[in-house]
């Protein structure tokens, strides 16, 4: 299986004070990419810059330690076959990723403040983000992001994302059922999320009308990754949600009732025919990024099920 794995960039920021340990951070380094290797998975190592003008330490850059002698070979020999890209949106048709990566989108991400790139890139790709243990602060498991954007009605939206994240082989060993979510769940389009909803998502209710709205989504569709996430998002909610009414904050991104002159206007639009032959007005939605891309689904169902209505382009 293919991965991409994206370095954060701030992990780079502030050089070892020497050579040595510099060596150490790149040991740990290479450990934390071979624990990824080691489950079968061809790692691509995506940059910000080239990753081998990436200074270590004062006149220390990745290409002298390549050559250093008192480097073990095999780690250096690791390195230099390693695949990297640079920059993030290499190969990739992603109008997201370029934008985050020229500053020039009505997006951004940051981290304590702090502009970044590769940690964005990560929650777009919905990928797992790697750092050099350079700080105290990268040696953790998980990274909270601040995402804000302008959405299509010119609306201000933040809130709060968590990237997955490793700086040594441990946390890669503690990521281990992510893995295999990633792995389980290697859809390639729109049609494989349709013809396998019911063993990926056997608490979701699909209408009739998703499958022309997903067959549409092809590998090279940036929002494939994202309507798999909210998918996925919601299976999990399902399976807690055992009594009572449905917790819009059970869900780990932002839903959103229709405005009442967005219900008035576009009752009919909103309306879907469900399984069970009865149509409803979807009301609650979910976003996803890039564009204007909405999910609209219902808990009329009660505890445990969730119908989803439609998945595509915000209803006009």
Not at 297 to 307: C, E, H, M, N, T
Request: aromatic residues 8%.
């Amino acid at each position: 299986m293919d991965f991409d794995v994206i370095l954060n960039e701030l992990s780079l920021q502030n050089p070892a004070p020497n050579e040595a340990i510099a060596r150490q951070w790149m040991s740990n380094f290479i450990s934390t990419i071979k624990a990824i290797k080691d489950r079968g998975i061809k790692v691509s190592l995506r940059t910000k810059d080239d990753f081998h003008t990436t200074l270590l330490a004062p006149n220390y850059p990745l290409r002298r330690w390549l050559n250093d002698k008192e480097v073990d070979q095999i780690e250096r020999g690791f390195i230099k076959t390693l695949a990297t890209k640079s920059p993030f949106s290499t190969d990739l048709i992603n109008s997201a990723i370029l934008n985050i990566e020229n500053n020039i989108g009505l997006s951004e991400f940051c981290y304590q403040g702090e502009q970044v790139i590769g940690l964005g890139v990560a929650h777009i790709l919905d990928t797992i983000s790697v750092s050099l243990l350079s700080d105290e602060k990268w040696n953790c498991r998980y990274v909270n992001l601040e995402f804000r954007r302008i959405d299509e009605d010119g609306e201000l939206i933040d809130e709060v994302v968590k990237i997955v994240h490793a700086s040594c082989k441990e946390h890669i060993q503690k990521h281990s059922e992510w893995f295999k979510y990633r792995i389980r769940t290697t859809v390639l389009d729109g049609l494989d999320i349709w013809n396998l909803r019911e063993d990926l998502f056997p608490n979701l209710v699909f209408c009739d009308d998703v499958y022309k709205q997903v067959q549409s989504l092809n590998s090279g569709n940036p929002i494939l990754r994202q309507v798999i996430k909210r998918l996925f998002e919601m299976e999990e909610t399902c399976k807690n949600w055992t009594d009572g009414v449905f917790d819009m904050d059970s869900l780990p991104c932002k839903v959103s009732p229709e405005s009442d002159s967005r219900l008035k206007r576009l009752k009919k639009e909103l309306t879907f025919k469900c399984p069970d032959g009865n149509e409803r007005v979807f009301s609650l939605h979910v976003r996803m990024t890039p564009g204007a891309w909405r999910l609209h689904f219902s808990v009329d169902l009660g505890p445990g099920k969730i119908i989803i209505g439609y998945i595509g382009l915000k209803i006009m």
